[in-house]
């Protein structure tokens, strides 16, 4: 039996990894992140965990520019593009399985044509009354399955 590889998918950190999140990460075989990151420590932190896979934000310093912009990459057979912003994705998305971005701080998960775009929202500083999100994609066969982890907060008051 095949086994099952799980992989983070993060974005919009904005220098602030929640415990909670790490604690979600610490499971995880790879992590990917959609940009936003600010810091390289974040990176830095989340490379204690698993392997890390990033790309530039429009948030992201001058520490940040030998990072790319669009990353394409193979995990185990699943062909995944990512990039910070929806808008700047390739036009050929034809060879990838997985569309990651992030940016809006919203999540969005939809399939099209047997490929899956995703945006996992933000889990780092809450923005205005969005929810904190992040994914976690269960790898198996090629074969991707997403699931929405969402992160609770205090309300303000």
């Given at each position: ?9 993060i ?5 602030l990894?929640?415990?909670e999140?790490l ?10 992140h959609?940009g936003?990151?600010?810091k390289?420590?974040i990176l830095?932190e ?7 896979y990033?790309?530039r934000?429009?948030n ?8 790319p ?7 185990a057979g699943l062909?995944?593009c990512m990039?910070?912003?929806?808008k700047d994705?390739?036009?050929?998305l ?5 569309i990651?971005y992030?940016h809006?701080?919203k ?8 490929q ?6 933000s889990c780092?500083?809450r923005?205005f009354?969005?929810?904190?999100t992040?994914a976690?994609?269960f790898?198996?066969?090629?074969k991707v399955?997403?699931?929405k982890i969402?992160i ?6």
């Amino acid at each position: 039996m095949a086994e099952e590889l799980k992989i983070g998918i993060i974005s919009d950190t904005h220098n602030l990894l929640r415990k909670e999140v790490l604690e979600e990460l610490s499971s995880c075989q790879v992590i990917l992140h959609g940009g936003d990151i600010s810091k390289p420590e974040i990176l830095q932190e989340l490379q204690k965990i698993a392997p890390v896979y990033a790309v530039r934000g429009n948030n992201d310093g001058d520490w940040a520019a030998g990072m790319p912009e669009i990353l394409n990459l193979q995990i185990a057979g699943l062909s995944i593009c990512m990039c910070h912003k929806k808008k700047d994705l390739p036009q050929d998305l034809s060879n990838s399985d997985l569309i990651i971005y992030g940016h809006s701080h919203k999540f969005e998960l939809s399939e099209k044509k047997h490929q899956i775009f995703l945006n996992p929202g933000s889990c780092g500083p809450r923005r205005f009354t969005q929810p904190i999100t992040m994914a976690v994609g269960f790898l198996k066969k090629g074969k991707v399955r997403i699931e929405k982890i969402e992160i609770p907060h205090e309300e303000k008051k």
